[in-house]
């Protein structure tokens, strides 16, 4: 008999050893490569952080801390001590979400609007101290991780924004126009300091009070009655010298294009913030409406997501180059340049997109209406700011000019341009059209002639043809 010892091995178990020599020979490789490709993501990330570093841009939560500021002084203050007088009248059906673009709901409502404007006169004054604060701190203080973190809440402005609109049109409507032009201003001004909250919804609540400005004015503007001298107890005419003010505040823009500058900075910290602390896997984070809600992460958790990290720093840097190069283009103040940069968030991933970019969905939180919209309330204030000088032209000489150059340099320093025009042309007039406007070629970026589109519901289509500003205010409207 054969020594045992010495008896050959069956063949199949050479073949599990070498399945398992060659497995264990595969798992070693894509260890290595899992090594390497972190490595070179991390490696990317970091230098794509250093430039921003090196340029000045904010991209660190602390960067984004706000000047402290005494109360007195600080506008946000007041703003605040506003949102906590509102209140609404017991009784009273009108409520201020019933607002409109229009005055018909307030004209049918006076009793009780006025009811509402009496008991919150103390927020409406606080408003108006917060006016005439240049600075602003919303004691925004950001530490990693961001999302875990309550920032100052736009929407407790809402309501401020929607009780000036409403008084707004009741002073005018009552014949204090001179009133609904202080609000107007008022309105303006709580516009900018909420955009100083630096976030996408702070914005959009900003530039949206900037186009109930516009809408107003275009409203009032034809029939407006402007007198020289400083008395501002005028009934239903106004100061030469505060449509003067209105046209200077309205033509500087600035300050909305920092806020839409500074909000796509804050998404493009919070966007690396996020990753950052997800590769830490120091917790899973909640969703914004909780944002107590943080839970520690397993060791399972941690070891199941780590080879996910690299394919995390890269789409990091993705959505930071998005970030980038969408405030750069913003800067320009130039929508064609906007509209290449706004569409690719808008691009539906299929499966493999979004394990290639498994951020994307989650933090990717620009849309595409926020550009059309602070472009849109852009125009719209350069032509308010033009119709009033139009209509200060008019006043003089008896007619409108035959060319908005005619206005240069007593009513205006020049003609504002049209952000939506690449070729940087001014805002188009058309006094002799049927009806007479101003307009936008819009977001197509076509010269329509002033041509527009009303929607079923009879509101103009903002979508289709140019952005029209009507100098007769017979902006179309519902039946």
Known sequence: ALDPVTLPVPPRYWWLKRIAIGVGLLLLALFALRLWWGWTAHRRLENAIAQLVATGDPIFPEDFDSTPVPDEE????????????RTH??????TLNRWRRTAEGITSHLDEVRLILEANESALTAIRQARDKSRVDWGTRYRSPVRTQPGPNPMLQVDSVRLLYVAMHYHHISGETGKAIACARDLLATSVAVDRMSNMLAHLIAVGADSYVAYFLESIAPTLLIVDGNNASLGRAVTRGSVVELIDVLCDDAQSVDGFVQALQFGRMETLDTARACIRNTAVFPPRDNPEATAPVSLLLRLLCWPEHPLMESNTIALMTYYNAASKAVSTQKWDAVNAIAHQDTEEMDWVGKIRSPLSDVLMHVPMHAFRDHFQAIARRRMAAIALAIRLYELDHDQRPASLTDLIPE????????PDASDGRAIAYRPNANPPILYSVSEDGVDDGGAYATESHGYVDQRLGDLPFFLNGDRPKPE
């Open 74 to 85: 600080n506008a946000a203050f007041f703003l605040n001590r506003a949102a906590d007088l």
């Open 89 to 94: 009248p017991d009784g009273v059906a009108f």
């Open 411 to 418: 009513y205006l320093l020049e003609v504002p341009r049209d």
